[in-house]
């Protein structure tokens, strides 16, 4: 599930939140004032799509969400329009609900506040597909050591470590071969099934990447199973500077642990780097290029203490970096470029995050967040309220991002200081604290045990039921913010989001507030003329009796056009 920044004019505030509430339906007009979404390009999940389209021609200022109709018979007939939910007025927008294996195909249509826009011409066919089922895995290790904020731009030279087992590969080798410098085996999949599988192992394993391309035919389809320890952790590395090595294929890795890849260029034409229920990785001095065909270009999810260092991560058709559910993040001193949605967030109950030192660009609708929107199901015990929690943002450079450039959705104990940005924001505003989402994407059970544990969210399958998620604690300071002569935000400085409430099936506090310990000071903002919003409606959030936030202590304490 996807949950992009609530773009808010001001006048249309009142519209847009009997929207996002589900309230009473919109009037149709007579005759669509909007024309149809174009170039519908879809990209099935488990249960779900999202669907990439070019945006009506006309102005695209009043749509306040997006409808869509399925048919599973061809297009002969098609189901009732439903909206998008959360509220999702930009590409791509996602749906849930729909029955794995069957071919669909999607239309899409513009909500406006007067009513509904052309309907567009039928998606191609697509199938739903839930996960490969997979053997019995083992239990993963259970520590989880916070590693260490890097301490040093300079990528270390990585040897295999004394004692170890080195196993080298080479373009021009064998797999009959031993696998020495001497005689290198000519495949990572041969490399890769030298690894003990199954156990923790007993000595480190390097496996060591002479120069050159290796074909995604001579890598493993999944990386499963292989359990590195502190004293015996396993590395991938190229052999020589300068990232000497590109893998054609992508690292779809499962269940391993103490794994570190450092000095590859990682360029599929498509997603490079998932890693799911895994501990203690690291990327460092890695190139992650998904220019082609990307969608989430790296996506770590249900694991824990990962690191990602002096990279180059860019080219994604949705988002760059994709943290969902980890557990003790660091993202340092990284170029993250070039992606459809978010540069990167860290979202699905994702705590100890750590992101400093990076420069972040080129992307649709934010920066960095802490925080979105998850499904219920895809959460880790404990951390099953917040979006995100304990997230430094510190010493980052955004710039040339359409949307925010640092936001909050669903995020307690958040600090964003000392990072700069210029031209951010023309989509609506330059930083948002608003709401995450959080909806049951298909495993009802798992929900309703979750929430008996104490989540927040809901058991009611699929994206029109989600509960909201607040914002707690969260500090904006020092940051200068700074869009030259001829660019600046659409419509205001701030978009803090004003309460919401849960009810019946949604399951969170209410009403939900994303002012609650806020704090805005120290930052410098040079964004359009006097005349810009600060956009913040002081009469429901940062009201004047607020201990922490007003909008009279905003001004006060911040320079803002110089007033």
Not at 290 to 316: C, E, I
Request: overall charge neutral; some cysteine; glycine content about 10%.
């Amino acid at each position: 599930m996807r949950i992009p920044p609530v773009t808010i004019r001001l006048t249309t505030v009142v519209a847009l939140v009997v929207a996002a509430a589900g309230m009473s339906a919109l009037p149709v007009a007579a005759a669509p004032t909007v024309p149809a979404p174009t170039k519908l390009v879809v990209n099935p999940g488990n249960g779900a799509v999202s669907v990439r389209f070019t945006q009506p021609t006309a102005s695209t200022a009043g749509i306040t969400n997006y409808q869509a109709s399925f048919s599973r018979d061809g297009g002969a007939s098609w189901s009732a329009w439903r909206a998008a939910r959360p509220v999702d007025a930009v590409s791509p927008v996602a749906f849930g609900g729909l029955a794995n294996g069957v071919a669909w195909r999607v239309r899409l249509r513009a909500v406006t506040p007067t009513g509904v826009g052309a309907a567009s011409t039928a998606s191609a066919s697509f199938r739903p597909v839930a996960p490969p089922t997979t053997t019995t895995r083992p239990s993963a290790p259970t520590t989880t050591t916070t590693r260490p904020a890097p301490t040093t731009t300079t990528t270390p030279v990585v040897v295999p470590a004394p004692g170890g087992t080195e196993i080298v590969v080479s373009p021009t080798g064998s797999d009959a071969a031993v696998g020495t410098r001497a005689a290198p085996l000519r495949t990572l999949a041969a490399a890769w099934a030298k690894v003990p599988s199954g156990a923790p192992l007993a000595a480190p394993v390097t496996i060591t990447l002479l120069a050159g391309t290796y074909a995604a035919s001579t890598m493993p389809n999944y990386w499963e199973h292989r359990i590195g320890t502190a004293a015996a952790p396993i590395t991938i590395r190229a052999d020589g500077p300068g990232r000497p090595v590109t893998l054609r294929g992508d690292l779809n890795v499962f269940d391993v642990h103490h794994l570190t890849v450092t000095g590859v260029r990682i360029a599929p034409g498509g997603d490079a780097f998932h890693c799911e229920q895994c501990t203690h990785v690291t990327l460092d001095d890695v190139e992650l290029d998904g220019t082609g065909g990307a969608w989430d270009l790296l996506k770590v999810n249900q694991s824990s203490d990962v690191t990602v260092r002096n990279s180059f991560v860019h080219g994604a058709g949705d988002n760059a970096v994709d943290f969902v559910a980890v557990a003790h993040i660091v993202l340092a001193d990284n170029v993250i470029a070039d992606a459809g949605d978010w540069c990167a967030y860290a979202k699905g109950g994702s705590t100890d995050v750590l992101v400093t030192g990076n420069e972040i660009s080129g992307c649709g609708t934010g920066g960095f967040t802490a925080g979105q929107g998850t499904g219920l199901e895809w959460m880790v015990a404990p951390w099953l309220t917040y979006e995100a929690t304990d997230v430094v943002v510190r010493d980052n450079h955004v710039h040339d991002v359409e949307g925010a450039a640092f936001g909050v959705n669903g995020g307690s104990n958040v600090v964003i200081e000392r990072n700069r940005a210029e031209r951010v924001g023309r989509r609506s505003h330059l930083i948002e604290v608003t709401f995450g989402g959080r909806s049951c994407d298909g495993d009802a059970v798992r929900c309703r045990a979750l929430l008996a544990q104490g989540a927040w969210g809901t058991a009611t399958v699929g994206s029109d039921t989600y509960a909201h998620i607040p914002d707690r604690d969260v500090v904006i300071r020092d940051n200068v913010i700074v869009n030259p002569v001829g660019y600046r935000s659409q419509w205001q400085h701030f978009e803090i989001s004003t309460p919401r409430t849960n009810t019946g099936p949604q399951v969170g506090p209410s009403p939900a507030r994303t002012d609650t310990g806020l704090v805005i000071t120290g930052n410098v903002i040079v964004n359009g003329d006097a005349s810009m919003p600060l956009g913040i409606d002081d009469s429901v959030v940062c009201t004047p009796t607020n201990p922490t936030c007003t909008v009279a202590q905003i001004w006060r304490d911040n320079d803002i056009n110089g007033r």
